[in-house]
């Protein structure tokens, strides 16, 4: 599935991208839930699945909105967006060439990440 | 009366100590619970309510989805004496808190992210967490004097939202209805019970938590009771029996029907449901193999109740081989009164009266019971207890039925409600109740309509307004009452008035008679123009959720609410229920349901997946298998191969089972590492062979199967059931063995190992043990058939290695490579 870009490219250079993502960890569970986990394989790669819980993979799911609208070529694919963590637990994206800082939080029933990408 | 409570019960978990009792699968994990954990866990929750200063008599709630938390809590409010109060977790706030005013409990559980309204209500706590919070509590029973006699449950009728009751069961009344059903059912230990209905209704309950639990029996709860998660339900636990409502019954038999219209056996499928008929059993199950792997081999008992069952479903399940056990009973009566035997079964009828039961028929018809599992009263409703027992102390059951040589047939309710296909009852007064404030309708009649599984909640209006108007108003009370009551049509009434009863109310019997003749035709014609059409809005209404407005083919998915998650749910279901697979690149948020249409016609067959057969795993075929691969595989390799294994130490304390990887450059890998490999290990060892080969080298997949229990892994997308497969094999206690390569390596180089490998090594939570394979490339080289050299190998065993849950994937991917490159 082609990721919405809700932010085509604009005659802007495109040295400052930002996107943003507000998910609701219920429905995200519910979906989770009505596809059987399905929809896991089509949004994650399998290194970004390990040992998390619905919610924080609700976050990562965020985080990938984010990033599909901070890029400057939208991904083709969810899984095309790679989400790697450092080894203090800060997560980073990249979508081909392009790198991005992302930052996600939690509260409540709420996961929230914005993404900003890297100039190269 | 000897005093049954469940101190006996709990007690009685340590005849199957090391028996699993519950498993539930959260993503890549598979979780057990043992019949000895599970005593300890009661034991433990109930101190730690104790230490909530909750004590007998106490109400506590619980509002949440099946789980094994669940479990705990019920037991452990139960040996304390305490009552249980278990609301559906789907229920509307406005309900709940209506329950919690009638009883108010001293505590509330409920799942996360689900109904925090609650907590502005009282006490709450998440049932999630409730195995962290009892952690520190004894592991010894409290010592609270227990009797039958007290009150276990508060368990509110379905439906009446309007006057909602709570039925009060004491330990007795449940344990008594437990045990009258395992001498109809004579349960066994081996028997795999799936659980897909709320436990908060008691036809769950009993027979599908207490009974299994009671024999020590299997439960495996799913995460959703969506088809596709009870489908895998059925095939990963291969499930021996279900508790269903006839809705679930039916939209099996649609599954089965749409794989078999999928593959062109419609007729073939058709035939042999004839054919069945003069068939025993066993053929029965041999004639349908295709569809018993769908539902995982096993399945031969599916218990029904709550809504009668059509007749053809029925006959199709039995056919099939399946046996089919019709029941009957109420939440009041805890809740089984009359039950179909294993022994003894006729169509159309809900069986015979349990042996503790007594059954009469009231002169107007109305069924009658008696017996210890009848319920005591109505929580704090003297007058709604009154008037539920006659004078002579008999439980009025509202429904009318008949005895014939003591089989009950139930012929219709002398209350009016509308039982649906789900076996949810919906009182029409519910619903009127909402319709009446609202001004545009002179009258409204709610009433069922017949459909093929249950009844429709039709609403039949009289009203001056357009029928614009009028489907808005229906939207406008569909949001208002309980999501199980919305109104699914409305028609109009041709007169003034609805006919009047001589008491002059609404003769609802006659206003659902016309609306049932009205129906017939149009319906009819529905049904058989635009199949297809009522499949794409009824996913696309799963993958929403809830209410919402009518859809149409002009509208755009992002339009009615399909988000970009959404829309992969909706591929997932398209692909999982109608059999297609569709790019879901195609599916952007410009698409708009015609498109949708055009893209599914257009859509290939989901291609199926390379079966994996579990004979390779049978006792009696090890056997065979591993005398074959002893005698003429090492032989064969020892002509060729002379090997020398270092390390072999470094297994003596190695826990078992282990995954083994190797580095893949020969054809003779396999069984290099298996010769390599102590007894111990290798007479339970599987090891994974890469699906196209599998699939198109039939004699060579058979050897492999045969002599190495060998199974297939993809080695492409979809990733996840090939993990999710090797985790199973893991949990039996197979060694696993694969090549985290992927492929043959083309010039004896490591290649670098696929990612899978990584979360396998994370999730199993089992050592990782790295087998490297030194001078072989070359032996066997690519594409020969034969070996070509003979060969000085080297064998090297790496030292085991776990890693912690929270580790990240891809380092452990590259880690463990870089640990076979240092070996």
């Known amino acids: 599935m082609p990721v919405p870009s809700r932010h085509p490219p604009q005659p802007y250079n495109g040295n400052l991208m930002v996107g943003i993502d507000l998910v609701f960890i219920p429905e995200f569970r519910r979906q989770l839930e009505v596809s059987a986990g399905k929809i896991l394989q089509s949004a994650f790669r399998p290194s970004e699945i390990t040992g998390r819980e619905p919610e924080q993979l609700a976050g990562l799911w965020a985080a990938k909105e984010a990033v599909a609208k901070a890029a400057v070529e939208a991904p083709k694919k969810w899984t095309d967006i790679v989400i790697t963590h450092d080894p203090s637990g800060k997560p980073h994206a990249k979508v081909g060439a392009q790198e991005f800082a992302i930052s996600i939080s939690h509260h409540g029933d709420y996961a929230i990440a914005i993404a900003y990408r890297i100039a190269q | ?823």
């Open chain 2, 1 to 823: 009366m000897s005093s049954r409570h469940f101190g006996d019960f709990v007690a009685g978990f340590s005849a199957h100590d090391e028996r699993t009792a519950i498993t539930v699968r959260p993503f890549l994990k598979i979780e057990r619970l043992s019949y000895g954990a599970l005593q300890r866990r009661a034991h433990q929750t109930a101190n730690y309510l104790l230490a909530l200063s909750v004590v007998s008599g106490d109400r506590v709630m619980v509002v949440a989805n099946n789980s094994p938390e669940w479990v705990e809590l019920f037991l452990g409010t139960q040996l304390l004496g305490a009552i249980l109060v278990p609301i559906d977790a789907i229920g509307s706030p406005a309900a709940t808190l209506k329950f919690i005013d009638q009883t108010q409990p001293k505590l509330i559980f409920r799942n996360q992210h689900m109904h925090p309204e609650l907590d502005t209500r009282g006490k709450v706590d998440l049932l999630d967490d409730l195995n962290n919070r009892i952690a520190e509590y004894p592991e010894a029973a409290p010592d609270v004097e227990l009797s039958g006699d007290l009150p276990a449950l508060i368990v509110f009728t379905s439906g009446t939202t309007a006057d909602p009751k709570g039925v009060v069961l004491t330990q007795q009344n449940v344990l008594a209805n437990v045990e009258a059903g395992l001498r109809v059912v004579d349960v066994r230990p081996d028997w795999r019970f799936l659980s897909v209905l709320p436990l908060s209704h008691m036809y769950e309950l009993t027979g599908g938590m207490l009974v299994p639990l009671a024999k020590g029996a299997g439960i495996f709860y799913v995460p959703s009771a969506s088809p596709a998660a009870i489908a895998r339900g059925f095939q990963e636990y291969h499930i021996t029996t279900i508790l269903a409502v006839p809705q679930l019954l039916s939209l099996l038999l649609e599954r089965v029907e749409q794989a078999a219209a999928a593959q062109g056996k419609t007729t073939a499928l058709a035939r042999a449901v004839e054919l069945a008929a003069v068939l025993p059993f066993p053929l029965r199950r041999l004639l349908f193999r295709d569809v018993h792997s769908q539902l995982g081999k096993r399945l031969n008992l599916v218990i029904t109740g709550g809504a009668p069952i059509p007749i053809e479903v029925g006959t199709a399940w039995e056919r099939m081989g399946v046996r089919l056990l019709q029941g009957y009973g109420l939440t009041e009566t805890a809740p089984i009164l009359a039950m179909n035997s294993l022994h003894e079964r006729r169509a159309g009828s809900a069986g015979r009266a349990l042996d503790n039961v007594s059954l009469r028929i009231a002169d107007d018809g109305e069924i009658q019971a008696k017996g210890p599992s009848i319920f005591r009263e109505y929580w704090h409703n003297p007058t709604a207890t009154r008037e539920a027992f006659t004078r002579d102390g008999w439980f009025k059951t509202g429904d009318a039925g008949s005895l014939q040589d003591g089989w009950l047939y139930i012929q219709g309710r002398l209350k009016f409600a509308i039982v649906l296909s789900s076996g949810l009852k919906v009182f029409p007064e519910d619903i009127e109740m909402v319709a009446d404030k609202n001004q545009i309708f002179r009258a409204v009649c709610i009433v069922g309509v017949a459909r093929p599984a249950g009844e429709a909640v039709v609403a039949v209006v009289i009203s001056d307004h357009s029928d614009g108007e009028i489907s808005h108003a229906i939207d406008e009370i569909n949001v208002q009452v309980e999501s199980f009551q919305h109104i699914s049509e409305w028609r109009r009434w041709p007169e003034a008035t609805f006919p009047l009863t001589r008491l002059r109310k609404t003769d609802r019997r006659k206003v659902q008679d016309w609306a049932n003749e009205s129906g017939r035709d149009e319906e009819a014609s529905e049904h058989e123009s635009v199949p297809s059409r009522d499949a794409i809005v009824n996913l696309i209404g799963q993958s929403l959720g809830g209410p919402r407005r009518e859809i149409t083919d002009a509208d755009r998915l992002a339009d009615i609410g399909l988000d970009s998650l959404r829309r992969l749910t909706l591929a997932a279901l398209i692909e999982d229920q109608l059999g297609i697979t569709i790019d879901e690149e195609d599916i952007t948020h410009t698409t708009t349901v015609a498109d949708l249409r055009k893209l599914v016609d257009g859509g290939g067959p989901t291609e199926a997946p390379t079966p994996r057969p579990s004979w390779p795993f049978r006792r009696s075929v090890r056997l065979l298998g591993d005398a074959t691969r002893e005698v003429v595989v090492r032989t064969l390799v020892g002509i060729w191969v002379k090997m020398e294994v270092q390390g072999l130490e470094k297994l003596d304390v190695l826990d078992t089972p282990a995954l083994f990887i190797f580095n893949h450059s020969d054809d003779f890998d396999g069984p290099v590492v298996y010769r390599a490999l102590p007894r111990r290990i290798r007479t339970r060892l599987a090891v994974a062979a890469a699906d196209d080969v599998m699939r198109d080298h039939k004699v060579l997949a058979f050897i492999i199967r045969f002599c190495f229990a060998g199974f297939n892994l993809s080695r492409s997308e979809p990733y996840m059931p090939s993990l999710e497969y090797v985790s199973t094999l893991i949990d039996e206690g197979w060694n696993v063995v694969l090549s985290p390569e992927g492929r043959l390596s083309t010039n004896g180089v490591l290649q670098p190992f696929k990612s899978g490998v990584g979360l396998l090594a994370v999730n199993l939570g089992v050592p990782i043990v790295p087998v490297k394979i030194i001078g072989i490339f070359g032996t066997v080289p690519l594409h020969a058939k034969w070996p070509k050299r003979h060969s000085v190998v080297t064998v090297r065993i790496g030292q085991p290695i776990s890693f912690d849950s929270h580790t990240d994937f891809d380092d452990v991917t590259l880690r463990l490579h870089q640990m076979m490159e240092d070996l």
